[in-house]
């Protein structure tokens, strides 16, 4: 029986600057982080992604390689790479998905209306990211304003 190919669609950006097969890690890795893929998931040949974005076998080759090297994925000889592990809180994320993603996608309609292009949104959202994730502020669900709190662990609210 043939395996089915995991619903994973590969886009790659050849003006970003990140090497292609970058790329197909970075949105793997992304695709098990929201539970778009799970254990057991057959990702697409190197064939079919070569065929759907112009790009060399080898370049996925050597993507499925780096996700083999960290674990996430493993390469059955004549069957495909198959999905080992996800990452993250895949499922924590699945849970919270539709009223955060409905949020995120409100701010990013606003965004865009205000003509912002999409590098100076991603910057953005980057830079947001780095200061609400700091080892120094971390997430107090106390907090009515929903600041960050200076000094305090995520666990238990302790003093650190």
């Not at 994925?73 to 009223?99: H, I, K, Q, S």
């Amino acid at each position: 029986m043939a395996a089915e190919s995991a619903a994973v669609e590969f886009r790659i950006d050849r003006r970003s600057g990140v090497a292609t097969y970058l790329q197909i890690v970075q949105q793997t890795k992304q695709a098990l982080r929201l539970g778009m893929l799970e254990p057991g998931d057959r990702l697409p040949t190197a064939r079919e992604v070569a065929e759907a974005t112009a790009i060399n076998p080898n370049t996925v080759l050597k993507a499925y390689r780096e996700l083999e090297r960290e674990g996430l994925v493993e390469a059955r000889r004549g069957l495909g790479t198959f999905v080992r592990r996800t990452l993250g809180g895949a499922a924590d994320a699945a849970a919270a998905d539709g009223p955060l993603r409905g949020d995120l996608a409100d701010r990013a309609r606003r965004a865009r209306a205000a003509v912002l292009e999409k590098d100076d949104v991603g910057a953005l959202f980057t830079a947001v990211l780095d200061t609400t994730f700091s080892t120094n502020d971390t997430y107090d669900p106390d907090d009515a304003n929903g600041a960050e709190t200076a000094g305090r662990s995520r666990k238990g609210g302790q003093e650190r």
